[in-house]
């Protein structure tokens, strides 16, 4: 077995152990060692990522590096300090939040896929999708509605 995998397969044991633990605290432990493991293979083994990072991220991330070394800069004034500071978590909300969205746009093109409208029993165009809610049995229910004479379908 090669380390790629190695590796992979140890997140993977520490991803179930920390399913299976009940301390709170452990299991934080195991849920952070999990994560860490592709990080550390990243580095370590230097091969390509699957998905290219977003721009707007880098530029984001690249920011919030250059106001943490002015606010080391800045160590005499604690104001400036504290500006800097503040300045280096708004990049990183803002980039989490760039990647918030890229995540759930690609969820919601994801859907879309899957999401077939039905077409309205009485006058045969496609119906739109109303709502979506969760049934008790863990599934989800597709509620659509006609633009054009207004009936409703549950799907």
């Known amino acids: 077995m090669g380390p790629q995998n190695e590796y992979l397969l140890r997140a993977a044991e520490l991803s179930a152990m920390a399913q299976t633990e009940t301390d709170p605290a452990n299991k934080l432990e195991f849920e952070n060692l999990a994560r860490a493991a592709p990080n550390f293979l990243l580095q370590r083994l230097k091969f390509a990522v699957l998905k290219a990072p977003n721009q707007k991220v880098k530029y984001c991330y690249e920011q919030a590096l250059h106001a943490e070394e002015r606010a080391g800069q800045e160590q005499k004034d604690p104001e400036r300090h504290r500006f800097w500071l503040d300045s280096q978590a708004r990049w990183f909300a803002l980039a989490a939040s760039i990647e918030y969205e890229a995540r759930l746009s690609d969820f919601l093109k994801?859907?879309?896929?899957?999401?077939?409208?039905?077409?309205?029993?009485?006058?045969?165009?496609?119906?739109?999708?109303?709502?979506?809610?969760?049934?008790?049995?863990?599934?989800?229910?597709?509620?659509?509605?006609?633009?054009?004479c207004e009936a409703k379908k549950i799907a």
């Open 110 to 148: 994801e859907m879309r896929r899957y999401i077939k409208s039905p077409l309205c029993p009485t006058c045969d165009v496609p119906m739109r999708p109303k709502r979506i809610a969760q049934a008790s049995d863990a599934l989800f229910q597709f509620r659509y509605e006609c633009a054009k």
